[in-house]
C-alpha cells in the first residue's frame, strides 16, 4: 500500500486535515446563515399565521384589522413587477448585449462601465427622487404604476446589465467565429448564438434584480404611492400601493393586530418571491438542459 | 531569393488575375498595432488545389490564413495592406463586404468549434441565414456525406453536436462550411486535436473535396503537408521563404532554410 515515504504520507494527512477543517468552517457558516433564516421565518410565521386565510387575500385595507387584507397590494406588487420586467428585461439585455458585442472597447465604453457599476450601488431612495422628478412631475405621469415601474427600472437596470453582460463574456469567442465564418453578421451571431448561449446567466441577474425590485420600499414611497387602496388598478395609468407599503403602514400602526397582520403580509411577499424565483429557475434548467 | 518552377503560381502585379488562381496574394503585409507578423507575402493560391503553409510556431501562418476571409477584421489592431485578390477584386476594396466575403470564402478552426446546438442545427443554420430556400434536410445529408460524418450521425441529428467525439466535431465544423458551398475553404491545423484515424478520414477527406473546392491548409505536420497538398508555402518569421509545388519543396528545395526545415533539422 505504501508508495509514498513517510515523511510525505505525514504531510499529506495534515493536507487533509487541512481540508477537512476548511470545509467543516464552511459549512458552519452556511449553516449559521440558513438557521438564521429559519429563525426569522419562525418568528414572523407564529406573528402572522392565524391571519393567513383567504379572507386576508382578498380583502381590501381596512381600519379593522379582522377586516383587513392585502388584495389591493397583491394585485398592485404584480402589477408593478410585471411592468418591471416588460421594461427592464428587454433594455438591459440590449445594453448589455451591445456593450459587449458591438460598442468598441474604447474610452468611452470604459467609462460607460464604470458609470454602470456605480450606479448600481446608489442608495434607492435616490432612485425615488429622481423618478418623483422625472416621471411623476416633469412627464407627468402621475403617481401611477408606470412612474413607479420606470422608477424601480431605473433601480434594477444596473444590476441586469451587469449580470447579462458577464453573462454574455462567458460565451466563448470560438462560438463567435465560427458564426462569422459562415457569413452571419454580428446581430444573427448575438442573436442566434450570444443570447441562447448565456439566456440562463442572464435569467440569473434578471431573477436577483427583480427580487430586489418587488422587496424596495423607499422608491415607492418617494414616488407617492398610496397606503389605502381600496380598489385594483385596471390599468398602467392606475394608483396603486404595494406589498413592502401595505406592510410597511401595518407595522408603523400601534395596534399589536396590524402587527401579526404585517407578518402575514411578509409571508405572501415571501411566497410570491419564492414563486418567482422557482419559475426562473424552472425556466433556465430547461433551457440549459437544451443547450447542453 | 524565391525561385519558382511554374510561372503561374506568382503573381503577375498590376494585371488581371491569372484564371487559374482563386486567389492571389500581391505584397500583402499585415501588422497587429505596430508589430509586424506577416511582411511582403506575394504568392497564388491554385483553383481546385490544396495549398499548405508551412513554418515554425509564430511565423504568421494563421494570421495570413485569417486575412484571406478577413476573419482578421475581428483582432484588435490587426490591418492588412497590399492586394489580396479574389474574383478580380481587392478583398479589402472599400466596397467589398466582409460578410459577403467569408460567405463565400469558408474556415474550419484549429479547435473544434461547433454550436452548442444539434447537429442538425449546426449545419442548417449558416445556408438559412444566407438565404438558402431549399429544403434544408437534404443539404444537411449532402454535407454530412462529404465530410465523411453522415453514417456515424445519421441516427441522431437531433443530438446536440457537443456529445460528439474530438474528431466527429471537427468533421461537423467542416460539414458545416461546406454547406455554404464556399469557393475556398480555409484550414487552420485541422487536424491538430486528432487522432491518426480521423485526420486519415479528413485527409481523405480533402483529396475529394478538391474536385470542387480551393483548399488552403495550415499545418505543423510535414508529412501531411507533402501527403496532401499540391503546392506548398514555407514562412519563417513572417516572410515567405518558399513557395513552390509540394514535391519540389519536399525533395529539392532551392533554399537551404526550407530544406531544413522539412528534414526535421531544424525545429
Ligand atoms: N491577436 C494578436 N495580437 C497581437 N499579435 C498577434 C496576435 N495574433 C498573433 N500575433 C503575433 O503574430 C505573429 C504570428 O502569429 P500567428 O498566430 O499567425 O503564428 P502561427 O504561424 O499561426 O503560429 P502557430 O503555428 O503557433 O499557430 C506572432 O508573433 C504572434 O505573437
Ligand atoms: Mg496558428
Keep these: 500500500m505504501s508508495f509514498s515515504s513517510e515523511s510525505e504520507s505525514i504531510s499529506l494527512a495534515r493536507r487533509h486535515r487541512k481540508a477537512k477543517l476548511f470545509s467543516m468552517f464552511c459549512g458552519m457558516v452556511t449553516w449559521s446563515g440558513v438557521v438564521l433564516l429559519a429563525v426569522l421565518l419562525y418568528q414572523v410565521s407564529i406573528d402572522g399565521f392565524r391571519w393567513l386565510d383567504w379572507q386576508f387575500i382578498d380583502s381590501f385595507p381596512s381600519r379593522f384589522p379582522e377586516r383587513a387584507g392585502i388584495k389591493s397590494a397583491l394585485v398592485g406588487t404584480i402589477w408593478l413587477i410585471s411592468l418591471v420586467a416588460l421594461i427592464s428585461i428587454p433594455v438591459g439585455v440590449c445594453t448589455a448585449l451591445y456593450l459587449e458585442e458591438f460598442a468598441g472597447k474604447g474610452k468611452i465604453s470604459k467609462i460607460i462601465e464604470v458609470n454602470i457599476a456605480n450606479l448600481a450601488g446608489v442608495p434607492s431612495i435616490v432612485y425615488g427622487i429622481l423618478g418623483l422628478a422625472i416621471f411623476v412631475r416633469y412627464m407627468a405621469l402621475e403617481r401611477s404604476l408606470v412612474s413607479g415601474a420606470l422608477t424601480m427600472s431605473l433601480l434594477i437596470l444596473p444590476v441586469i446589465i451587469i449580470a447579462s453582460r458577464e453573462a454574455i463574456k462567458t460565451v466563448p469567442m470560438s462560438i463567435r467565429y465560427a458564426a462569422y465564418s459562415l457569413g452571419a453578421t454580428k446581430w444573427q451571431t448575438a442573436w442566434a448564438h450570444v443570447l441562447p448561449a448565456s439566456f440562463p446567466g442572464i435569467m440569473t441577474g434578471v431573477i436577483l434584480a427583480l427580487s430586489r425590485a418587488i422587496g424596495e420600499t423607499a422608491p415607492l414611497i418617494m414616488i407617492g404611492a398610496l397606503t389605502f387602496v381600496a380598489f385594483l388598478p385596471e390599468g398602467p395609468m392606475d394608483s396603486f400601493t404595494a406589498l413592502p407599503i401595505q406592510i410597511y403602514n401595518w407595522v408603523s400602526r400601534p395596534q399589536q393586530e396590524f402587527h401579526e397582520l404585517a407578518a402575514a403580509g411578509i409571508i405572501i411577499l415571501l411566497s410570491v418571491l419564492l414563486l418567482m424565483n422557482a419559475t426562473a429557475i424552472y425556466i433556465r434548467n430547461k433551457t440549459e438542459r437544451r443547450l447542453k | ?267
Excluded at chain 2, 506577416?38 to 481546385?48: A, E, G, L, P, T
Excluded at chain 2, 438565404?131 to 445519421?154: I, M, N, P, R
Design chain 2, 1 to 267: 531569393m524565391i525561385e519558382f518552377q511554374d510561372p503561374s503560381i506568382l503573381p503577375e502585379i498590376n494585371t488581371p488575375m491569372n484564371k487559374k488562381s482563386a486567389l492571389e496574394l500581391r505584397k500583402v503585409n499585415i501588422f497587429y498595432s505596430d508589430n509586424q507578423a506577416v511582411k511582403d507575402v506575394s504568392f497564388n493560391i491554385r483553383r481546385n488545389r490544396i495549398t499548405a503553409i508551412i513554418g515554425p510556431s509564430g511565423c504568421g501562418k494563421s494570421t495570413l490564413l485569417r486575412s484571406l476571409n478577413r476573419m482578421n477584421d475581428f483582432v484588435e489592431g490587426a490591418r492588412v495592406e497590399g492586394e489580396l485578390l479574389f474574383a478580380d477584386e481587392n478583398l479589402y476594396g472599400k466596397d467589398v463586404d466582409p460578410v459577403e466575403v467569408r460567405r463565400r470564402i469558408g474556415m474550419v478552426f484549429q479547435k473544434p468549434n461547433p454550436f452548442p446546438k444539434s447537429i442538425y442545427n449546426n449545419i442548417a443554420w449558416g445556408p438559412l441565414i444566407n438565404g438558402y430556400s431549399d429544403s434544408t434536410d437534404e443539404l444537411v445529408e449532402k454535407s454530412l456525406k462529404q465530410a465523411a460524418l453522415w453514417d456515424e450521425v445519421k441516427d441522431r441529428l437531433h443530438d446536440s453536436a457537443l456529445n460528439l467525439s474530438g474528431g466527429q466535431q471537427q468533421r461537423l465544423c467542416i460539414a458545416r462550411a461546406l454547406a455554404m458551398e464556399p469557393e475556398v475553404l480555409l484550414m487552420d491545423e485541422p487536424c491538430s486535436a486528432l487522432d491518426p484515424i480521423s485526420t486519415a478520414h479528413i485527409e481523405d477527406l480533402m483529396f475529394e473535396l478538391k474536385e470542387r473546392y480551393t483548399i488552403v491548409i495550415v499545418t505543423h505536420n510535414m508529412q501531411q503537408a507533402a501527403r496532401v497538398s499540391d503546392y506548398t508555402a514555407f514562412m519563417e518569421m513572417g516572410d515567405l521563404i518558399e513557395f513552390n509545388v509540394t514535391k519540389r519543396i519536399f525533395t529539392r528545395p532551392s533554399v537551404k532554410r526550407t530544406e531544413e526545415y522539412v528534414t526535421g533539422r531544424f525545429g
